[in-house]
């Protein structure tokens, strides 16, 4: 039996802690509870799928962080994270699941007492999936003399600029959502069951490429065809694939829970001339966007300079393009902190990684081609090579 | 192009709707507002994975329900919700969308005005995954009049008893399940690659069976090996099935949404002895909860059966062994209402459906061999025919 391999090392985690705690002193918090499975992961290496329960990460000024949740779960804790004593490890008990009569946060009350922090100032996620509003409400009467704070977004931001490893796992993941891309292109015909499709492009991420493995992906592939694809969100049935519609794929490659997304388009039969004139307006609005992809400048230069060349052209879109990406669990696949779009002023860095997003809804159609991009320290690179055009098979 | 097919008649949307409103007479509620996926696509048939953003189906004591959501998903609405009148249907600005400074419940509380609910008596629900404690504050703070209780749990428990149309749809999983296993016995073998056999679960699963689609489970598959294994929620990566292990594969079929878990436990050469004790030790157990799984017993019945039978034969489970089922998004596919476990006095119903899931966590690796049921008029049935046993191939 091989050991679990590690994601990163422990001075990783060090250092990210180290910016945590950095970030938490100007908020004047004594301590975090971080419920984002994501901020979990990225502070101390815990994966599984258990955030369907509550759990979460401590982290205080001092010593490691500690893992709490489920007690079937900590085993998983155990095999995951990088802290090495088992206190670090806090399991509560089975009859706090999913039972009105017991909430894990009273659990939780208990914890942070223990850690003698009953009159703390704790941070927590108000504005996340994993930290409900009877949480915060449990949590608030349990500990009375404790003044709780929201962090929302707090440890989001320390994750905006990668590692030199997260990158190599965001590229290995680029990689395989590469190879996704060209196997749809191969099989996809007229008449093919969109879920035959969508079972191909399952396999052929997680199979990986390059020998990397892959992961799950925090969003499920979506291909709508046609009328379907004037939505973004619809996930498959079984129609089959029809000469003379569009489909879009938005797809992610993953490794290590990192997700690569990229989309492209593809269209079935002779494409009619609005549809090629909408293409050539994203192509070149993608371009503009891309020049303005460089440190120094800022998200919304990538927005501005999209939307104007796209307006230009007689094409609108009211929706941000682009987001920050990285390690990611359901639903989303973005960090939630940075936004393509008018508005945002957060400075580009290098290490930063975004998808750049500029999909259109058409009023007959979709249209997604779009780049997963790394700032560098001079301007930006795409993660994927894969040949940025509509493609078209007749 | 087809017209997208409803999984629901509007007769069966209605009788929903009629029983939702009850249970609110009885709780007091002018309205509800329901941010839990599964609810709001039992409520209004929508579907889409766009639930990482604020959505909602807002319920009132007269006429259709109201589809609320981000603007760009409002399509995906129109072309999945039954409700016909485009009013039924309301979205809100992107620049709402994961902005610190613009929260989506600040246009929820114009809507719930608008409808003259600015003094009701509003129930959300305060535990779930997709309605955040902000969430609660905004909407408080932005309703003052309004008087906010929770009502987590409210929708679930009507979806308790099944009707035939999504008994149906489970049995359509159920055979996507039973495929998906056949496979995986067919296949496994000593040196495969993990992420290889979760590629080939994946794609078995989305091509369905007996012509029936696959859609995505609301977890990923799970299938640990060995020291891996005594942990229950850890996901794949690369690691080669070896000799002497065991994999148990904790998955699902799906059929437009419906969820059919079942667990089956492969091991790979000579089975040791404790393996085979437990191995019957929960066979014999499950076979003791199974008689109790009839109308009119209790859900804790079934667990205090099976525990009995497994306590005798030397063996201990302190989780709770079993929890509805039936349409479900992820993180969960548990509705999260009815649990087997002592204590739980819920009455079975004909109708009702269950993951009866006796899953052993053992110090060296895990077993699970578990069985998806609903009740009948008199009894229970097995919706899936896998073949009880531990799975061995040498």
Chains 1, 2 share one sequence.
């Not at 990689?175 to 191909?200: S, W, Y």
């Not at 065809?225 to 129609?239: E, K, M, Q, V, Y």
């Not at 249209?367 to 894969?386: A, K, M, Q, S, V």
Request: charged share 25%; hydrophobic share 40%.
């Amino acid at each position: 039996m091989t050991t679990y391999e590690k994601n990163f090392t422990t001075e990783e985690y060090q250092r990210r802690i180290d910016k945590t705690r950095a970030a938490m002193s100007v908020k004047g918090l004594d301590a975090i509870v971080v419920c984002d499975p994501s901020n979990m992961s990225w502070l101390s290496g815990y994966d599984g799928w258990s955030f369907y329960v509550f759990q979460a990460v401590i982290l205080t000024h001092e010593g490691d962080p500690i893992w709490w949740g489920r007690a079937m779960d900590a085993l998983g804790a155990r095999r995951t994270v990088f802290m090495d004593d088992d206190d670090k490890i806090r399991g509560y008990d089975d009859t706090y699941v999913q039972n009105p009569e017991k909430h894990p946060m009273t659990d939780m009350a208990q914890l942070l007492a223990e850690l003698g922090l009953e009159k703390a100032r704790i941070g927590v996620e108000m504005d996340n999936y994993y930290y409900s509003a009877t949480a915060h409400v449990v949590l608030n009467q349990a500990l009375p003399k404790a003044s709780l704070a929201d962090c929302t977004g707090l440890v989001n931001w320390q994750r905006a600029v990668k590692s030199e490893r997260e990158i190599e796992y965001m590229q290995r993941a680029a990689r395989i959502v590469e190879k996704m891309h060209e196997h749809i292109v191969e099989i996809a015909e007229p008449g093919m069951r969109k879920n035959d499709l969508i079972a191909e492009i399952y396999a052929t991420g997680i199979r990986g490429a390059d020998g990397y493995w892959g992961d799950y992906p925090a969003i499920v592939p979506m291909a709508p065809s046609g009328l379907d694809a004037t939505a973004p969100h619809l996930t498959w049935d079984d129609r089959p694939l029809e000469i003379g519609e569009a489909t879009f794929f938005e797809i992610a490659g993953a490794h290590r829970r990192y997700q690569c997304p990229q989309s492209r388009t593809l269209f079935l039969g002779e494409v009619p001339t609005k549809y090629l004139e909408a293409t050539k307006a994203v192509l070149d609005a993608i371009e503009a966007g891309l020049e303005q992809a460089r440190p120094g400048n800022r998200a919304e230069d990538i927005a501005n300079a999209f939307n104007a060349t796209l307006n230009k052209a007689g094409f609108e879109k009211d929706s941000r393009c682009g987001y920050a990406i990285g390690i990611s669990y359901p639903p989303d696949w973005g960090e939630r902190t940075i936004s393509f779009r008018r508005g945002d002023m957060t400075v580009l860095e290098p290490g930063m990684t975004f998808h750049f997003m500029p999909a259109l809804w058409l009023d007959d159609g979709g249209l997604e081609i779009t780049e997963p991009i790394f700032i560098t320290d001079t301007g930006h690179e795409c993660f994927c090579t894969t040949e940025r055009k509509l493609w078209v098979k007749s």
